[in-house]
């Protein structure tokens, strides 16, 4: 792996985060980039997406967090991020 891995939010991850407390913010954040250094690690859950994609859902410090890695453009794309 070459590290190289961003993760992208859609449109409704991005208003999520923002939504957030700064201190939420930046621990969900270092969730992100962790989830991006490790693109391929198994989530707590497995589901499908709306196309039937195979999703990762992983829960952090109080959020379900739901991605994909894209290993075509190395970008983890987050699809979901949602208070448990």
Same mark, same amino acid.
């Given at each position: ?12 991850? +991005?208003?999520?985060? *923002? !939504?957030?407390?700064a201190? &939420? %913010?930046?621990?969900?954040?270092? +969730?992100?980039?962790? *989830? !991006?250094a490790?693109p391929? &690690? %198994? ?26 890695a894209?290993?075509y ?9 949602e208070?448990?």
């Amino acid at each position: 792996m070459t590290g190289d891995w961003q993760f992208i939010l859609n449109e409704s991850s +991005v208003e999520f985060l *923002l !939504a957030c407390k700064a201190r &939420q %913010r930046e621990g969900l954040l270092k +969730v992100l980039h962790g *989830l !991006a250094a490790n693109p391929y &690690q %198994r989530g707590d859950y497995e589901g499908r997406d709306s196309t039937g994609r195979p999703v990762q859902i992983t829960l952090a410090g109080g959020f379900l967090i739901t991605f994909w890695a894209d290993s075509y453009v190395e970008e983890l794309r987050v699809i979901r991020i949602e208070t448990v």
